[in-house]
């Protein structure tokens, strides 16, 4: 089972994480989040960070621009998309992609499955009105229907004490997790990531 820990602000969490062996890391690049990260800062978590960490940048509704611009001096590995860009622009930037979807139904998943079939995976979120991810909130999981045609990454709403259920219960290829793991927005707890890490790679046994 893998693990993405996303939204990490600090490079001793991003060490951290690291350390506990978690396979990739989220960084935030979009404004109206409590843990967006500015180019500087995303730079020194990447450059603090052993091999083998993917690194995954992600964005809602940014501009080509922007998204350039953090591409020219940022080393992503993969790009994360949130908010409503279309299969074109996802794929324009030469990187593997992954597309967030928030789900209401399990239409919401396949639609999104064939029309993002470019992406290297749908990531399923909880639908909060107005809001694109990071809420901590849980969506019902039978929703997932059982025959997607691309990998699916499971977020909204894990955390250690209940990420273990969540890997026994629906078949998925990693997990992702941000304020589940946090003593504050942006502020990751070391004991909460090692034990969420732990309870993913368990349950999957």
Excluded at 114 to 130: M, S
């Amino acid at each position: 089972m893998r693990v993405k820990i996303c939204g990490i602000t600090r490079v001793e969490d991003g060490v951290e994480a690291a350390r506990l062996g978690v396979d990739a890391i989220g960084l935030v690049f979009y404004p109206k989040s409590p843990r967006n990260v500015s180019i500087a800062r995303a730079s020194a978590i990447i450059a603090a960070l052993p091999p083998f960490v993917t690194v995954v940048g992600l964005f809602v509704d940014a501009t080509r621009e922007w998204v350039d611009t953090v591409l020219a001096e940022c080393a992503l590995d993969m790009l994360q998309f949130h908010g409503e860009e279309t299969p074109e622009f996802c794929a324009s930037f030469k990187r593997p992609y992954l597309k967030a979807v928030r789900v209401k139904d399990s239409a919401d998943l396949t639609a999104a499955a064939r029309r993002y079939a470019g992406a290297r995976a749908l990531l399923a979120d909880a639908f909060v009105e107005g809001v694109h991810g990071g809420t901590g909130t849980s969506f019902d999981w039978s929703l997932i229907p059982p025959d997607l045609p691309l990998p699916l990454i499971l977020s909204g709403g894990l955390g250690p004490d209940n990420v273990e259920d969540a890997v026994r219960t629906v078949a998925v290829a990693a997990v992702d997790v941000s304020s589940g793991v946090e003593s504050a927005k942006g502020i990751k707890d070391a004991a909460r990531m090692a034990a969420f890490i732990s309870g993913a790679r368990h349950g999957s046994l």
